[in-house]
């Protein structure tokens, strides 16, 4: 081979072994950290640090409400005792109560605003959270693929570095150095999913008992736009977590507080069938808590039927304790209403 031949050869080893060096450093980097992983962590960490600030907003607004309601009633009590005889004394008190009363409505129309602020942001770590699923799914899937294309890159380069370091030493043609990587069979996919083991599946109670001591009900609405397409979802348990039942109803159009008020309704009418002599009922709306607990007003006319349905409804009941919990321990309702929605409408997938 000529001198202008080999160093046409050796500069074509060069570049090649540039490009292989290239492709192996940003496949072990995709291997090692994940940029789209790295991505959905950054941004559920912050919607969680967001979360958290309001939360503790409205602890502190908690605080403030409640000692702010207590020296309400303290003053109208001692307005109302008659002990007061001078007229001015009365109308100084009755002004002061007056007052205290404007600034408590003010208070909790805040909270209000504050609370809706946390619904938002829960529903943004949930959103974030599976987000973050999704991209480490993808990378998991990704990664034979990868590693085989790794490992057949590495082969290629070890090949084209001894053609390199021969091709000087030997006076025959070296072996021609494809464009493409010699073990260039790249899988299409990681293989077939592995099946899941099959599992025994707990049998649900198929109709009522004779009544039991404690029945625990959570139920969740769910509206995506609030208001927009809406579901309920309603979970029955015993006392020992075993699920007795199940369901979820599409709602239309409507607001999310509508909706949680309906899943309510429903849930203690399914409730009735069992005759517990204690109901215990958990939902992850505070709003719809304080007010079924008499902590809130109801401003918004359009819940008032509805929270009147569910009192009446809980009046059927010897005891009842209605609770707020986190949307995570109330994921069994929440996911029976987003079924509900997707049943009817066609579920956004993340980044299409």
């Known amino acids: 081979m000529k001198p202008a031949q080999l160093l046409l050869a050796y500069q074509r080893l060069i570049e090649r072994e540039r490009e292989l060096r290239d492709d192996i450093e940003r496949v072990e980097s995709l291997l090692s950290v994940n940029p789209d992983v790295v991505a959905a962590e950054e941004a559920l960490a912050s919607v969680r640090a967001e979360q958290q600030a309001i939360q503790l907003r409205l602890r502190e607004s908690d605080r403030e409400r409640e000692s702010h309601r207590t020296r309400l009633r303290s003053r109208e009590k001692e307005l109302m005792s008659g002990r007061i005889r001078s007229p001015s004394e009365l109308m100084q008190m009755s002004e002061e109560v007056k007052h205290l009363k404007a600034s408590f409505d003010e208070k909790e129309e805040a909270e209000l605003h504050l609370m809706e602020e946390g619904e938002l942001a829960e529903a943004a770590v949930l959103e974030s959270a599976e987000r973050l699923d999704e991209a480490r799914t993808r990378a998991t899937s990704d990664e034979p693929t990868l590693r085989h294309d790794l490992a057949s890159w590495q082969t290629e380069l070890e090949a084209v570095q001894a053609d390199s370091a021969g091709i000087w ?19 299409g ?9 099959d599992r025994h599946l707990r049998k649900l109670q198929p109709h009522p008992g004779d009544g039991l001591k404690v029945l625990r009900l959570f139920t969740d609405g769910a509206s995506r736009g609030n208001p927009g397409p809406a579901g309920l979802g309603v979970v029955i348990e ?75 409804l809980i009046e059927k009941f010897p005891e009842v304790m209605v609770a707020h919990v986190e949307r995570a321990k109330n994921r069994g309702a929440d996911h029976l209403a987003n079924m509900a929605i997707d049943a009817h409408v066609k579920k956004t997938k993340f980044g299409g």
């Open 238 to 312: 015993d006392d020992l977590g075993m699920r007795l039942r199940g369901l979820h109803r599409w709602l239309g159009v409507t607001t999310n507080n509508e909706a949680e008020y309906r899943a309510l309704i429903e849930g203690l009418k399914a409730a009735q069938d069992w005759k517990p002599d204690r109901l215990e009922v958990y939902l992850d709306s505070k709003l719809v808590v304080e007010q079924i607990n008499g902590g809130y007003r109801i401003k918004a006319r359009e819940l008032l039927p509805l929270h009147k349905q569910a009192k009446d």
């Open 189 to 197: 996919n990681a293989g077939a999913a592995q099946g899941r083991r």
């Open 169 to 187: 030493a030997h006076g025959s043609r070296p072996q021609p150095v494809p464009c493409l990587p010699r073990h260039g069979d790249v899988l």
